[in-house]
């Protein structure tokens, strides 16, 4: 794809972006490797589009290195590090310049470079209050600590003034003790407490993969849950980095977050590629528990029915019986939401041509703008692709503008496979719009 059409589809995400709050988590593993400056001028690209952000770092590598140094050996159980007075010298240095070379990273202005006349402002603070993990099956984590509560406040102030929060993964008391924390836990509190629209970890894995090894690109609340219980009672260690992503992010949608991203961050581009394209490059957790998409089956044709019977009377769609509908089921998929069909949208495939239909997309009056006409059309495009076709094709008389806005153009009726040519009610005069897939 060239850059101007790659640009016109990332517009609508530009604009649906802009304004909203968006967390972070660079793993310490980041700062040692070259790669981190590509990631680091795309976060200054984020905030010049009106992207708040909050970054939080680990330093793993670094405090490990640091202890070793020393002549001690990291300590952890059950995962967890165990932060001993020895160590805790270590953590807050490798920790502070973790944190000085990421700043001086989004600090660089250097002509003829990315981040040219940037200007980002970082800002850091004791943002943090922490509490001791304390002793748990008898392993005193001493100063590990867990987050006890964000200062939501003064992060928004950092933000209204424009500049990026960079966060370490510190916590204080306020009897002034020092306390080390996991950076995708402070990520993730940072992310619950204010209510982010997204909580972004970039790791060292291209996402969640299926028994297969194929990444999924999108899980719902659900589906989190099942695979976070599955990786618990497998306890055998397989695969403890991803069941501690997954913990994290549903502790995050439960939390009032409305999407987690698991994205591999030794992609370049990883962040761009995900924020701004239709089917990103990593795993998407989507947050709303209350809702559902999925395949129709009988039961769905009085709801589908009650759904469409709006927009047929408008003439924004073609009169369907109960008989055809029942008949045509297994093309549709709906949205459920507490029960309710609230929306609903058919594919049709001609594999002859390499070509499939949308058809029937509607949604329920009080649900729109809710982004499920989106979610369908996402829906209808992997169905498409997997049955073989190249171009999507829609015919509308009312809504051309909505398609037009998601990348279709308009096509003549040379366009539509010879079989559904010959179906065409020209008594209707609907726009033939088209998309590459």
């Given at each position: 794809?060239?850059?101007?059409?790659?640009?016109?589809r990332?517009?609508?995400y530009?604009g649906?972006?802009?304004g909203?709050?968006?967390?972070?988590?660079?793993?310490?593993?980041?700062?040692?490797?070259?790669?981190?400056?590509?990631?680091?001028?795309?976060?200054?690209?984020?905030?010049?589009?009106?992207m708040?952000l909050?970054?939080?770092?680990?330093?793993?590598p670094?405090?490990?290195r640091?202890?070793?140094?020393q002549g001690?050996?990291?300590?952890?159980?059950?995962?967890v590090?165990?932060?001993?007075a020895?160590?805790?010298?270590?953590?807050?240095?490798?920790?502070?310049?973790?944190?000085v070379?990421?700043?001086?990273?989004?600090?660089m202005?250097?002509?003829?470079?990315?981040?040219?006349?940037?200007?980002?402002r970082v800002?850091?603070?004791n943002?943090?209050?922490?509490?001791?993990?304390?002793?748990?099956?008898?392993?005193?984590?001493?100063h590990?600590g867990?987050?006890?509560r964000?200062?939501?406040?003064?992060?928004?102030?950092?933000?209204a003034g424009?500049a990026?929060?960079?966060?370490?993964p510190?916590?204080y008391?306020p009897?002034?003790?020092?306390f080390?924390?996991?950076?995708?836990?402070?990520?993730t509190?940072?992310?619950?407490?204010?209510?982010?629209?997204?909580?972004?970890?970039?790791c060292?894995?291209?996402?969640?993969?299926?028994?297969?090894?194929?990444?999924?690109?999108?899980?719902?609340?659900?589906e989190?849950?099942?695979?976070a219980?599955?990786?618990?009672?497998?306890?055998?260690?397989?695969?403890?980095?991803?069941?501690?992503?997954l913990?994290?992010?549903?502790?995050?949608?439960?939390?009032?977050?409305?999407?987690?991203?698991?994205i591999?961050?030794?992609?370049?581009?990883?962040?761009?590629?995900?924020l701004?394209?239709?089917d990103g490059?990593?795993?998407?957790?989507?947050?709303?528990a209350y809702?559902?998409?999925?395949?129709?089956?009988i039961?769905?044709?009085?709801?589908?029915l009650?759904?469409i019977?709006p927009?047929e009377?408008?003439?924004?769609?073609?009169?369907?019986s109960r008989?055809?509908?029942e008949?045509e089921?297994?093309?549709?998929?709906?949205?459920e939401?507490?029960?309710?069909?609230?929306?609903?949208?058919?594919?049709?495939?001609?594999?002859?041509?390499?070509?499939?239909?949308l058809?029937c997309?509607?949604?329920?009056?009080?649900?729109?703008?809710?982004?499920?006409g989106?979610?369908?059309l996402?829906l209808?495009?992997?169905?498409?692709?997997?049955?073989?076709?190249?171009?999507?094709f829609?015919?509308?008389?009312?809504a051309?503008?909505?398609?037009?806005?998601?990348?279709?153009?308009?096509?003549?009726?040379?366009?539509?496979?010879?079989?559904?040519?010959?179906?065409?009610?020209?008594?209707r005069?609907?726009?033939?719009?088209?998309?590459?897939?």
């Amino acid at each position: 794809m060239g850059f101007v059409e790659w640009f016109r589809r990332a517009a609508p995400y530009i604009g649906a972006h802009r304004g909203r709050t968006f967390v972070i988590e660079i793993g310490g593993e980041s700062i040692d490797d070259p790669r981190l400056h590509g990631a680091v001028h795309d976060l200054a690209l984020l905030r010049s589009l009106g992207m708040d952000l909050v970054v939080v770092h680990g330093a793993r590598p670094w405090i490990e290195r640091r202890i070793e140094a020393q002549g001690l050996a990291p300590r952890h159980a059950g995962g967890v590090p165990v932060t001993d007075a020895g160590a805790l010298g270590a953590v807050k240095e490798a920790i502070g310049a973790a944190h000085v070379e990421l700043e001086a990273l989004l600090s660089m202005g250097v002509a003829n470079s990315p981040m040219a006349g940037a200007r980002v402002r970082v800002a850091s603070g004791n943002f943090v209050t922490a509490r001791p993990i304390g002793i748990r099956d008898g392993v005193d984590f001493e100063h590990t600590g867990e987050v006890r509560r964000i200062d939501v406040e003064a992060i928004r102030q950092r933000l209204a003034g424009g500049a990026i929060v960079l966060v370490s993964p510190l916590g204080y008391s306020p009897t002034g003790e020092v306390f080390h924390l996991r950076a995708g836990e402070v990520a993730t509190a940072i992310a619950a407490e204010m209510r982010a629209a997204k909580l972004v970890f970039l790791c060292d894995r291209p996402g969640v993969l299926d028994p297969g090894g194929t990444l999924v690109r999108e899980l719902t609340f659900e589906e989190a849950k099942a695979l976070a219980a599955d990786l618990r009672r497998a306890g055998d260690g397989r695969d403890d980095d991803l069941g501690s992503r997954l913990e994290l992010s549903i502790h995050a949608c439960r939390n009032g977050v409305s999407r987690v991203h698991v994205i591999d961050r030794r992609i370049d581009g990883a962040l761009l590629l995900e924020l701004f394209s239709r089917d990103g490059i990593g795993t998407m957790i989507n947050a709303d528990a209350y809702d559902s998409i999925r395949r129709a089956t009988i039961d769905d044709v009085g709801g589908i029915l009650e759904l469409i019977r709006p927009l047929e009377e408008s003439g924004a769609l073609v009169r369907r019986s109960r008989e055809k509908l029942e008949t045509e089921i297994s093309h549709f998929s709906v949205v459920e939401r507490d029960g309710a069909v609230v929306a609903c949208a058919a594919m049709y495939p001609y594999p002859e041509d390499r070509l499939a239909e949308l058809a029937c997309l509607a949604v329920d009056g009080a649900y729109r703008g809710g982004q499920y006409g989106e979610r369908l059309l996402d829906l209808v495009e992997r169905e498409a692709r997997a049955a073989g076709a190249e171009r999507l094709f829609v015919l509308t008389t009312q809504a051309s503008h909505w398609f037009r806005e998601r990348g279709f153009v308009e096509a003549g009726h040379s366009a539509l496979p010879r079989e559904r040519r010959d179906l065409y009610n020209f008594q209707r005069r609907s726009r033939i719009l088209v998309r590459a897939l």
